[in-house]
């Protein structure tokens, strides 16, 4: 069960890697990847909790502009890079099926990945499919 601490990091996090970003599918997908399990993908992109997940996922990430501060922690903003996301989804992700699906929409919504969605909504319970249909609602 999650936590309002845990809901906030999220929100915090979809904050950092949406600022200044217009583009409304990518905003969706960032939403969809903040809202899955307490901000799963964004915590593992953001703040690994492990060196070995940092050298996996470091790719995922840029800093567009040293001058974006961030409120929370006064470091650098970054954003997602979806081309690497989507290319990690193609090498595999040591991760369980559904947290591999959510990705996999995510990155879909932004044309960086190709899914089946049949797999995909196998994956998922009805609470992520719920998630999902708002991210396709919200980038269409």
Not at 77 to 95: A, S
Not at 115 to 138: E, F, G, M, W, Y
Request: hydrophobic share 45%; charged share 25%; glycine share 4%.
């Amino acid at each position: 069960m999650s936590t309002t601490a845990e809901k906030l990091r999220a929100e915090k996090l979809l904050f950092e890697v949406t600022f200044r970003v217009g583009n409304e599918q990518m905003i969706a997908a960032s939403r969809l990847l903040s809202q899955h399990d307490d901000g799963f993908w964004l915590r593992q992109f953001l703040e690994p909790d492990d060196f070995a997940t940092k050298l996996r996922y470091e790719r995922a990430t840029e800093i567009p502009d040293v001058t974006w501060r961030s409120p929370f922690h006064g470091g650098p903003i970054q954003h997602l890079r979806w081309d690497q996301i989507g290319e990690l989804l193609r090498e595999g992700v040591p991760t369980s099926r559904s947290e591999t699906a959510i990705l996999a929409v995510a990155a879909s919504l932004v044309g960086e990945y190709d899914l089946n969605l049949r797999h995909v909504l196998a994956a998922l319970d009805s609470h992520q499919v719920q998630l999902v249909l708002a991210a396709i609602t919200h980038a269409s």
